[in-house]
């Protein structure tokens, strides 16, 4: 195992803005899962089938009362800023996490505001398939991603009245590295004029004027793709000002345009799985023959309430509405709980209830040994089309302590 893990580290250390280790321990594997192309291409149908349910979804709810939005799980606070359209897509970079089963993909969530694993599934994942030997199943997906990134900032940039070059700002905390090297990568394959990566603590937000850099240069548009919305708007200073609500404000005013937009967080909430699912139970009109079809293909049955679990016996996972890396998870049967993460950092928000499935386990080479681990497959939308996908591996419930798992297919000399 000495030899594999010299091979890793001297691969990865010309990857130096990469952060194939985190919070000191191996991230990024020096492995590769091979995959088939017919594997591929139902990741891709699975990804566009499910989008379109849930922008089918993003429509109605968008329209629906304060009430219903609460009661699914939406702050207080966001609620002024919830029904804007930005740009033609209600996000520009979202990530569907799917977990194959005995009876094909099941969706187990979908996060549409502030999708991590860009860099690994856009970028690495080709440099590794080429260290194997494989295909990268993502091949030209990366100019694809930047495209669609200029394409939506300059929306964004019409849509606040900007006609000339607008001026980007990327930002991000600038003290995590996963965080701030993702936003330096989606910067760099955007390729736009005069862009500048600034650190979220150095933008300055003027009440009722605009957001600044701090060589007080006006802002157009500000991408903190890293920074979800619900901590956000919850944003104070050191003296207590509300400069998240005071940002949203600004950006309701359209004086700074943001992205991911307000509609990406709008499909964030668990709680759309549930009543998507309800309205599924319901065989509501709103979807289609088709569209049901796929509802009952790739949904898992969630709920509001565990009560339809508590009836049926099955085992369940009760996770928070805005929650991520597993954590607040727990799964559950007939009201007892089986096991937990330990963290509860979102344990304020709403419930669902989602029927548990177990992920499949494959053996993967650390540098420690080779292990067993449960995979997890992440797929982006951008842009509203499918794109790169990949795979985490780690515990049953997926969280930071996952690695990066790179897949490739057989056919080195299909590479275009």
């Not at 970079?93 to 993909?105: A, H, K, N, P």
């Not at 049901?292 to 679990?309: G, V």
Request: charged share 25%.
């Amino acid at each position: 195992m000495d030899k594999h893990k010299e091979k890793r580290d001297q691969f990865y250390a010309g990857l130096p803005s990469f952060w194939d280790r985190l919070y000191g321990m191996e991230y990024a594997l020096y492995d590769c899962l091979e995959i088939t192309s017919e594997e591929r291409d139902e990741i891709r149908t699975a990804t566009e089938e499910s989008y379109a349910i849930y922008k089918k979804m993003n429509q109605m709810v968008r329209q629906a009362p304060d009430e219903t939005l609460l009661d699914l799980g939406f702050p207080q606070k966001a609620l002024p800023f919830l029904r804007m359209m930005i740009i033609p897509y209600e996000t520009v970079i979202g990530r569907f996490d799917f977990v194959q089963t005995e009876s094909g993909l099941k969706l187990l969530e979908f996060n549409s505001d502030t999708p991590t694993f860009i860099r690994e599934l856009f970028d690495v994942n080709d440099l590794v398939c080429r260290e194997f030997g494989l295909m990268d199943p993502n091949v030209e997906e990366a100019e694809h991603l930047g495209k669609s990134i200029r394409n939506s900032i300059f929306h964004c940039a019409r849509q606040i009245g900007v006609m000339e070059h607008p001026y980007v700002v990327f930002t991000a905390h600038a003290d995590d590295i996963e965080d701030s090297e993702t936003m330096k990568y989606l910067m760099k394959v955007a390729q736009i004029k005069g862009v500048k990566f600034v650190p979220l603590n150095q933008l300055q937000v003027v009440d009722g004027s605009g957001v600044y850099d701090v060589d007080g240069k006006k802002i157009d548009v500000v991408y903190r793709h890293t920074y979800p919305l619900e901590a956000l708007l919850e944003d104070v200073t050191d003296d207590q000002f509300p400069i998240g609500m005071e940002f949203m404000k600004l950006v309701g005013e359209r004086k700074v345009g943001m992205l991911n937009p307000a509609s990406a967080f709008l499909m964030q909430s668990k709680a759309v799985m549930a009543a998507i699912w309800g309205m599924h139970e319901q065989r509501h009109p709103l979807f289609s023959e088709h569209e049901h079809e796929m509802i009952s293909r790739y949904f898992l049955p969630t709920y509001l309430d565990e009560e339809p679990f508590l009836e049926t016996g099955d085992t369940y996972v009760s996770k928070p509405a805005f929650g991520r890396e597993g954590d607040t998870v727990e799964v559950r049967k007939n009201g007892a709980t089986l096991f937990e993460q330990k963290a509860k950092s979102y344990d304020q928000y709403v419930k669902v209830f989602q029927k548990y499935v177990d992920l499949p386990t494959a053996s993967i080479k650390t540098e420690l040994g080779v292990v067993e681990a449960h995979l997890l497959i992440g797929s982006f939308v951008v842009n509203e089309k499918s794109s790169a996908f990949g795979v985490r591996a780690g515990a049953q419930i997926t969280d930071n302590l996952s690695y990066f798992l790179p897949c490739g297919m057989k056919g080195a000399n299909e590479w275009t």
